[in-house]
């Protein structure tokens, strides 16, 4: 094909995950307004249209919806939605125009339905399902419209993580119709990544992490030539193309010098990554210390994001070292607030415009929800909505607006009570 490089089905040592233990369950709704974690105001500006921030060493330019309202007024909260799911780990559109899609991590993909959960995909005897292993994340090819495919990332019962192409007909997934598109060998059960996502440039998008263990115990965070601790981009959907095929702009898309699938690398476990215009934020778990959330324009590649030289912006392996050759996060905590980063999206719904172009995120332990963007910096919203039992993941609603997934069977979605 055209600016393609065909490939085989490689399988290479990889690895993520993300911490799947209890929190603690919801508080009362306070009134106050929800402080926040900088200097900066929580005012969304009225005049300026954009401004610009620095992710390490590149630079992006963040849109940022003009309003009237202002952040202190307005006053957040969660309402449960649709429960009775079974360990769910994501939700989606369904771009068909049906109710959401659930992914439960044990194998299956149910409707949110409100009630009957209908169930659309069930490969349970093929997923194990064990601490961070399972049935993991879900993705809708760009031209779905005319081919209909969609993508899973499991873990298969032998322990390797499984990029998956099937069918969809008629609402439900044609299990006849499943085809193994990458498999990628774990060397330990956990930090297995899960999250896959087309961007922008069409391409399909793959977070794996380091292999798991801790400490980067394999040696891949530096390493270009394992699918370990990276950003993946590969071609998928392609007529004449068995698996995959390389973009050709993938900067080792030649096979030299790096594995061809490698975008970018120094990632522990991007458990949650998600797209807004030409930017990927990437939600990096964290070791010991640090959680943080980097973000970065899709097309600036070979990007190094650190691990495990760095954990966040500060050094990991000694006191001192050299941070010039890595991308350093725009938002990072200590584990006295959380333990385990859960990405989610920047807000581009209807129904709440005062916080369009608001990223919101939350973690696992804690519960906690806040908001980024460089002109409000960090907003802690937990005061008002109060905390989230075991998040595992935001979704983008076919109504555009955003929900909250709970490990313990529940959706959430944001609303505004004005």
């Known amino acids: 094909m055209s600016g393609l490089l065909r490939v085989a089905v490689l399988s290479m040592s990889l690895g993520v995950g993300v911490v799947l233990s209890a929190?603690?369950?919801?508080?009362?709704?306070?009134?106050?307004?929800?402080?926040?974690?900088?200097?900066?105001?929580?005012?969304?500006?009225?005049?300026?249209?954009?401004?610009?921030?620095?992710?390490?060493?590149?630079?992006?330019?963040?849109?940022?919806?003009?309003?009237t309202v202002s952040l202190e007024d307005l006053v957040l909260s969660l309402a449960e939605v649709d429960s009775g799911f079974s360990a769910p780990v994501f939700l989606t559109a369904d771009p068909a125009g049906g109710p959401d899609l659930v992914v439960e991590q044990a194998g299956r993909i149910v409707r949110s339905d409100g009630g009957d959960h209908e169930v659309v995909l069930d490969i349970r005897d093929d997923v194990r399902f064990d601490g961070e292993q399972g049935l993991l994340g879900l993705a809708f090819h760009p031209r779905f419209s005319e081919n209909s495919l969609a993508y899973v990332n499991y873990v298969d019962n032998s322990g390797t993580t499984v990029i998956e192409e099937l069918t969809i007909v008629d609402g439900v997934f044609d299990v006849a119709s499943r085809r193994r598109i990458l498999t990628i060998d774990q060397p330990a059960p956990n930090h297995n990544g899960g999250m896959i996502a087309f961007g922008p440039d069409g391409y399909l998008w793959i977070g794996m992490g380091d292999g798991g263990g801790a400490n980067d115990e394999f040696g891949n965070g530096q390493r270009v030539d394992t699918l370990l601790s990276a950003m993946l981009r590969i071609a998928v959907g392609i007529e004449g193309v068995d698996t995959y095929a390389i973009p050709a702009n993938n900067p080792y898309a030649d096979g030299v010098g790096g594995a061809p699938e490698v975008w970018a690398i120094g990632l522990r476990n991007p458990w949650r990554f998600s797209f807004d215009g030409q930017d990927v934020w990437i939600a990096d778990v964290g070791q010991d210390e640090i959680e943080e959330i980097n973000v970065v324009p899709v097309d600036v590649r070979?990007?190094?994001?650190?691990?495990?030289?760095?954990?966040?912006?500060?050094?990991?392996?000694?006191?001192?070292?050299?941070?010039?050759?890595?991308?350093?996060?725009?938002?990072?905590?200590?584990?006295?607030?959380?333990?385990?980063?859960?990405?989610?999206?920047?807000?581009?719904?209807?129904?709440?415009?005062?916080?369009?172009?608001?990223?919101?995120?939350?973690?696992?332990?804690?519960?906690?929800?806040?908001?980024?963007?460089?002109?409000?910096?960090?907003?802690?919203?937990?005061?008002?909505?109060?905390?989230i039992p075991a998040v595992s993941s935001f979704g983008a609603g076919g109504d555009g607006e955003l929900y909250v997934v709970s490990l313990s069977g529940s959706i959430f979605k944001l609303e505004a009570r004005r």
């Open 23 to 67: 929190c603690s369950g919801n508080a009362p709704a306070p009134t106050s307004a929800p402080p926040i974690l900088s200097t900066t105001s929580s005012l969304v500006s009225t005049t300026t249209p954009s401004v610009t921030s620095t992710a390490g060493r590149t630079t992006t330019t963040v849109a940022v919806t003009t309003t």
């Open 302 to 387: 070979a990007l190094n994001f650190g691990w495990a030289v760095m954990e966040g912006s500060s050094c990991f392996r000694s006191a001192t070292c050299d941070r010039t050759p890595y991308v350093e996060p725009v938002v990072e905590y200590d584990h006295g607030q959380g333990c385990s980063i859960t990405g989610g999206y920047v807000y581009r719904g209807d129904a709440i415009p005062e916080i369009q172009g608001l990223y919101f995120y939350s973690d696992f332990c804690s519960g906690f929800l806040r908001s980024y963007s460089a002109a409000t910096a960090d907003i802690d919203w937990t005061p008002l909505t109060g905390t």
